[in-house]
């Protein structure tokens, strides 16, 4: 599998389980070139796991071989994440997939005048 199936896949994955597509979820932290990652919150860095176990599990399982395969598991995998997001949210009145950065953002030096 090549770098372009892959972020296809994961692409999937995670659109499956926040509702947004990478580039969306981004947009919505106000992110240009940072890795998403490393601006989850705890909650959505899990749920990114979950939907990713979950997968790889069901790939797995249904032996999935090609894209067209994978992308199947990958949907599946990103749906028990998605079941459980949604569960926490009814249960805490409060959204996963946010807005809010983990790391504050980057502080501009200060030149002196």
Do not use: C, Y
Request: net charge positive; charged share 35%.
């Amino acid at each position: 599998m090549d770098s372009a199936e892959f972020a296809f896949l994961t692409n999937i994955i995670h659109q499956e389980w926040t509702g947004l597509t990478v580039k969306k979820h981004k947009d919505l932290k106000g992110l240009k070139t940072q890795n998403l990652r490393d601006h989850m919150s705890e909650a959505e860095l899990i749920f990114t796991a979950l939907a990713e176990l979950s997968t790889r599990q069901i790939a797995e399982t249904d032996e999935a071989k090609g894209l067209q395969e994978n992308a199947k598991a990958s949907k599946k995998g990103g749906a028990v994440a998605k079941n459980a997001r949604k569960e926490l949210e009814s249960k805490t009145g409060k959204n996963v997939v946010t807005g809010e950065n983990f790391l504050p953002p980057k502080k501009e030096n200060k030149k002196l005048d």
